[in-house]
């Protein structure tokens, strides 16, 4: 595996489902990222975590509640959502505070 | 609070006819300007990082600059696979990682 991968690619769940995202980064990198895509609006940025600590909480609704057990993975735990959390949910990674962000394909969620 | 403006919109172009997208932004201290391309149900794919007013970074057909107020796309004789969303974000610092703040992208098209 190369550069960074989501799983799984699609989610369909109903509003009293618990579920997870998985993302891991093969680049090396310290900082890995959780954004929120929806139709029409820019990414959000829901989450940052630098060298496994979460440096950045975007007011994010406690029904995501992000893991970062090392510097490779990356969770999206989802509990309760809600049909307008439907979106595409992206990870990224990168090494160094001024240097791009990577992207991995995204997981394509959709709550019933 | 950054903002981040691209247009147009949407951009249909004949193949060989070059054009040019905007990006302009507001930043209390700009740390960077980044532009991706998105093509349907992918994640964002890392073109250009820009730093400072007057740098230019070109890859194939691509062409990037920047200016004090906003920064500039261009697209020289396009194919058809150029066809994608294009995405402009600028960087600021946070915690441990650096926090983008995107735009809504303009979506190309280039027909035959």
């Known amino acids: 595996e190369t550069g960074v991968t989501q799983t799984p690619r699609h989610l369909v769940m109903g509003m009293t489902n618990k579920k997870s995202l998985k993302c891991e980064q093969h680049l090396g990198h310290n900082a890995m990222y959780w954004y929120k895509q929806s139709a029409k609006k820019p990414l959000e940025l829901m989450f940052v975590?630098?060298?496994?600590?979460?440096?950045e909480n975007n007011s994010v609704p406690s029904r995501f509640s992000p893991e970062c057990p090392n510097s490779s993975h990356l969770f999206l735990h989802l509990h309760t959502l809600q049909p307008e959390d439907s979106a595409l949910y992206l990870c990224?990674?990168?090494?160094?505070?001024?240097?791009?962000?990577?992207f991995g394909p995204g997981t394509r969620l959709t709550v019933l | 609070e950054d903002q981040v403006t691209q247009s147009p919109e949407a951009l249909r172009l004949q193949e060989g006819e070059s054009s040019s997208l905007n990006c302009s932004y507001t930043?209390?201290?700009?740390?960077?300007l980044f532009w991706y391309r998105q093509d349907p149900g992918k994640g964002p794919e890392f073109l250009f990082t820009?730093?400072?007013a007057g740098e230019e970074k070109e890859k194939e057909r691509l062409k990037a600059t920047l200016t004090k107020k906003e920064s500039f796309l261009h697209i020289t004789a396009p194919k058809p696979e150029d066809s994608a969303t294009y995405l402009c974000?600028?960087?600021?610092?946070?915690?441990?990682?650096?926090?983008?703040?995107f735009g809504t992208g303009t979506q190309l098209k280039v027909e035959l």
């Open positions: 990224a990674s990168n090494q160094g505070r001024l240097n791009e962000q990577f």
């Open positions: 820009l730093y400072s």
């Open positions: 930043v209390s201290g700009l740390r960077g």
């Open positions: 974000a600028v960087s600021q610092l946070t915690g441990g990682g650096n926090k983008l703040t």
């Open positions: 975590y630098n060298f496994k600590e979460q440096t």
